[in-house]
């Protein structure tokens, strides 16, 4: 079946710092892939979303390019802030309706 | 811009009580959706809902689960009888269509705390 594998936090960064959230996917077919956040106390929100091979989803500074030889979809920023604090889930949606999700990782960044 | 809206967004209840989550999708969506996430743990799919039935079901979503579409606004999730590791977030989502390249919206989510 489907299956999203994401690196493990926390990531603990400095305020301006570089960020690269790794994710990987396993599906069959042409997945569509996200990158959902969730801010402390919140609910999921989209922070992205790429529909096919090669496109590049951004969103706030952030952005994931599809790559469907490595079959990863990496989140990056160049200059992280206080406010970036938060959960991150890749995620993929696929043959079936339903969105598969990775793990989450726990961004934390330090003034 | 259009939300979906989920309540209550804090549940406490004995264990074996029944609950009922309740959620309004975003209005000209087709596709309805639970989700719940087990504190620190992945968001995991329960059960899809389209026209009026299930489209799709997790493992996780047994009988004692169900769903319902009341009325032409809100979208149910019922637990019938609560275990102490239903304790999580629900989160109801909703989308226009299945095509995989629209967004899935979500709730802010419903916390149930079963003691």
């Known amino acids: 079946g489907d299956s999203v594998t994401q690196m493990e936090g926390p990531v603990t960064l400095s305020e301006e710092a570089f960020l690269t959230i790794n994710c990987t996917y396993t599906?069959?077919?042409?997945?569509?892939l996200f990158w959902y956040v969730q801010y402390p106390g919140e609910g999921l929100q989209l922070l992205l979303k790429?529909?096919?091979?090669?496109d590049k989803g951004s969103n706030k500074g952030f952005e994931a390019t599809y790559r469907k030889e490595t079959t990863s979809f990496h989140l990056e920023k160049g200059s992280v802030q206080v406010s970036d604090s938060a959960v991150y889930f890749c995620?993929?949606?696929?043959?079936?309706?339903?969105?598969?999700f990775g793990g989450g990782t726990r961004l934390m960044v330090k003034p | 811009e259009p939300e979906v809206t989920q309540t209550p967004s804090h549940q406490v209840t004995q264990m074996g009580q029944e609950v009922i989550l309740r959620c309004v999708p975003i209005?000209?969506?087709?596709?309805f959706y639970w989700y719940r996430q087990i504190l620190g743990q992945k968001v995991e799919f329960l059960v899809s809902?389209?026209?009026?039935?299930?489209?799709?079901k997790s493992e996780i979503f047994d009988d004692q689960f169900s769903v319902e579409r009341p009325d032409g606004s809100n979208f149910t999730l019922k637990i019938r009888s609560t275990k102490l590791e239903d304790s999580a977030m629900y989160f109801c989502?909703?989308?226009?269509?299945?095509?995989?390249?629209?967004?899935?919206?979500f709730g802010e989510g419903s916390w149930l705390t079963v003691v």
């Open positions: 989502a909703s989308s226009r269509d299945i095509y995989s390249g629209n967004t899935i919206y």
């Open positions: 599906a069959t077919g042409y997945p569509s």
């Open positions: 790429a529909t096919k091979a090669d």
């Open positions: 995620a993929l949606r696929g043959a079936g309706n339903m969105l598969t």
């Open positions: 209005s000209n969506h087709l596709y």
């Open positions: 809902f389209y026209n009026n039935e299930i489209s799709e």
